[in-house]
């Protein structure tokens, strides 16, 4: 008899998207589903949670199939940067508006790498905003404030 393989980190993410899914199945309880037809305000979230713990499942079942390695180190580099970013332009881009946000918000991100430098961020930075604003702002036309109330003069 083969011996049982295990992959740690395919396990523990398929766990987590399972957790994630249930968490969400029991949140969309309370809101109307409704059919495919006339759907209710929680049958797209019911959805997406089903799939999410269907990929979980899948997930887990692979990680039983091929031994994986080790759990290497956390980036906790990159979650120090990474995370706290959308969080920043979340916060900031009503005051701020979107050019400024946005150009923080990448900046920020970054840095998650040990390989950047300031030079490089900073123009990693501009290229993704001025990029943005251009396809958000001009292309699509959406109806946002560049700059916001706390940078106007």
Same mark, same amino acid.
């Given at each position: 008899?083969?011996?049982? =393989?295990?992959?740690?980190?395919? /396990?523990?993410?398929? &766990?987590?998207?399972?957790?994630?899914?249930?968490? $969400?199945? %029991?949140?969309?309880?309370?809101?109307?589903?409704?059919? /495919?037809?006339?759907?209710?305000?929680?049958?797209?979230?019911?959805?997406? #949670?089903?799939?999410?713990?269907?990929?979980?499942?899948?997930?887990? #079942?692979?990680?039983?199939?091929?031994?994986?390695?080790? %759990?290497?180190? *956390?980036?906790?580099?990159?979650?120090? !940067?990474?995370?706290? /970013?959308?969080?920043? !332009?979340?916060?900031?881009?009503?005051?701020?508006?979107?050019?400024?946000?946005?150009?923080?918000?990448?900046?920020? #991100?970054? $840095? =998650? +790498?040990?390989?950047?430098?300031?030079?490089? #961020?900073?123009?990693?930075?501009? &290229? *993704?905003?001025?990029?943005?604003? =251009?396809?958000? +702002?001009? =292309? %699509?036309?959406?109806?946002?404030?560049?700059?916001?109330?706390?940078?106007?003069?």
């Amino acid at each position: 008899m083969k011996p049982l =393989a295990f992959d740690t980190t395919n /396990a523990l993410c398929g &766990a987590i998207f399972v957790l994630l899914g249930g968490f $969400f199945i %029991l949140q969309c309880i309370d809101l109307e589903i409704g059919t /495919a037809l006339r759907m209710g305000p929680g049958y797209f979230p019911l959805v997406l #949670a089903v799939i999410l713990t269907l990929l979980g499942l899948v997930i887990l #079942a692979q990680a039983t199939r091929v031994k994986g390695d080790a %759990l290497g180190p *956390i980036a906790l580099r990159g979650m120090l !940067f990474i995370l706290p /970013a959308p969080v920043f !332009f979340g916060l900031t881009v009503r005051g701020l508006g979107f050019v400024p946000s946005l150009f923080f918000t990448a900046l920020i #991100a970054a $840095f =998650a +790498s040990t390989r950047m430098k300031a030079p490089m #961020a900073l123009v990693l930075a501009a &290229a *993704i905003t001025v990029f943005s604003v =251009a396809v958000f +702002s001009y =292309a %699509l036309g959406l109806p946002f404030e560049r700059f916001g109330p706390w940078v106007r003069f």
